[in-house]
């Protein structure tokens, strides 16, 4: 996702600067994004394989001073849906203090981004390919929730006399649309290996008479490592799909929780 962002940060100000006025001139408009993800995505699509045509024509031109080799980046259409399945519970000596489990299915959209190399001597590309993902939540869906929080103690060691049950939620701020805007699922490359990364929404759950609520802590931080040749198979393939199962390293997870990606490429 890094690489993306200083890829798209250059990319757009090449644009407004290659038709920008003189300095004394007005200050370049900046481009607001669109109203809808898809239309969005889109929109970022375009710029850059308008970008990248336009980096292909000057670095098949020999006459350009250009440095030798030249990267070329190109988007490609992705879609998806990200499946979390999990809960916690908590303890208060040795009683049951709070329970939660939910199932949370979040849809997206994206640009799987392939970085190739043009060696501008050869006039060819070097087979060198670099990886990035820009995604963007549509739809997130948490109804699917039972949980209760101990509102009232009594005894010693307390015990607990009276439930609050939950029946409310709602993505916290900021993680649904024009908030929550490249994070969904990303990929880096370094080396040998491909790493994708998985970034569920945080998800407030809470009862509609007021008092303590929960809030998801499962499918944050999910990375899934790749071989470059495995990570090619599977875009060859035009779809992505995993499933893991998390054992009790992950915090604010039940173990056995699982987090499920299906991601399609091209469409």
Not at 62 to 73: F, G
Request: with cysteine; charged share 25%.
């Amino acid at each position: 996702m890094h690489l993306f962002i200083r890829c798209c940060l250059a990319l757009g100000l090449l644009s407004l600067f290659s038709h920008a006025l003189p300095v004394s001139a007005s200050p370049v408009a900046v481009v607001e994004q669109a109203t809808y993800p898809e239309d969005e995505i889109v929109r970022r699509r375009e710029v850059i394989n308008d970008r990248a045509k336009k980096t292909a024509r000057s670095a098949r031109d020999k006459s350009a001073r250009l440095a030798q080799v030249i990267p070329i980046a190109q988007a490609l259409p992705i879609s998806g849906t990200l499946q979390i399945n999990s809960g916690s519970t908590s303890t208060f000596y040795g009683k049951l203090r709070r329970d939660l489990s939910y199932s949370i299915r979040e849809r997206f959209v994206g640009n799987l981004i392939v970085t190739r190399y043009f060696d501008r001597k050869q006039q060819r590309y070097t087979g060198r390919e670099e990886y990035g993902i820009d995604t963007i939540s549509m739809e997130i869906d948490a109804s699917d929730f039972k949980g209760k929080v101990c509102s009232k103690y009594v005894g010693s060691p307390p015990t607990c006399s009276q439930w609050q049950e939950l029946d409310l939620w709602a993505a916290a701020e900021g993680e649904e649309y024009p908030g929550r805007k490249s994070s969904v699922v990303s990929v880096s490359s370094s080396g040998p290996s491909v790493s994708l990364r998985v970034d569920g929404p945080d998800i407030l759950f809470l009862s509609s008479s007021g008092g303590q609520g929960l809030r998801s802590g499962c499918g944050d931080v999910v990375q899934k490592q790749f071989s470059r040749e495995e990570f090619k198979r599977l875009l060859t393939r035009k779809s992505i799909k995993f499933k893991t199962v998390l054992g009790k390293t992950f915090p604010g997870c039940r173990p056995g929780s699982t987090v499920t990606l299906e991601m399609v490429i091209g469409k």
